[in-house]
């Protein structure tokens, strides 16, 4: 089970932590994800911490904003988002597998285990 929180209403160039707390199983292992869904488009992926903590890739247009992290030890995964844009507004979910691939690692389909998601609102 996949847990999320830390979503919120937030101005332009504002930030946000967002946390996904897994139970049941852990993914030290595997992928833990950040993918994002708009209203009216198609769930995006984000951002991911494959294998070890310092295996990061992100998506073009949150690169150099977003941070994602992972810490073993709680089980949890988080997404540090820095100079918030409207566009960033949707739907965060958290998608974690334990034997995820490095070519399926931005597919949704990929992912075993979702959480419910956390909405982001980003205001002008």
């Known amino acids: 089970q996949l847990v999320e929180s830390g979503g919120g209403l937030v101005q332009v160039g504002d930030s946000l932590r967002l946390s996904c707390a897994a139970s049941?199983?852990?993914?030290?292992?595997?992928?833990m994800a950040w993918f994002r869904q708009a209203p009216g488009k198609e769930r995006e992926f984000v951002a991911v911490?494959?294998?070890?903590?310092?295996?990061?890739y992100y998506a073009d247009s949150v690169k150099g904003r977003f941070t994602v992290s992972r810490d073993n030890a709680k089980n949890m995964v988080y997404l540090q988002m820095n100079s918030l844009k409207p566009e960033d507004t949707a739907v965060y979910f958290c998608?974690?597998?334990?034997?995820?691939?490095?070519?399926?690692?931005?597919?949704?389909?990929?992912?075993?285990?979702w959480g419910q998601g956390t909405q982001v609102t980003v205001s002008s």
């Open positions: 998608a974690a597998d334990e034997g995820i691939i490095l070519s399926s690692l931005q597919i949704p389909r990929a992912y075993d285990y």
């Open positions: 049941g199983r852990t993914f030290r292992n595997g992928g």
């Open positions: 911490v494959w294998r070890s903590a310092s295996r990061t």
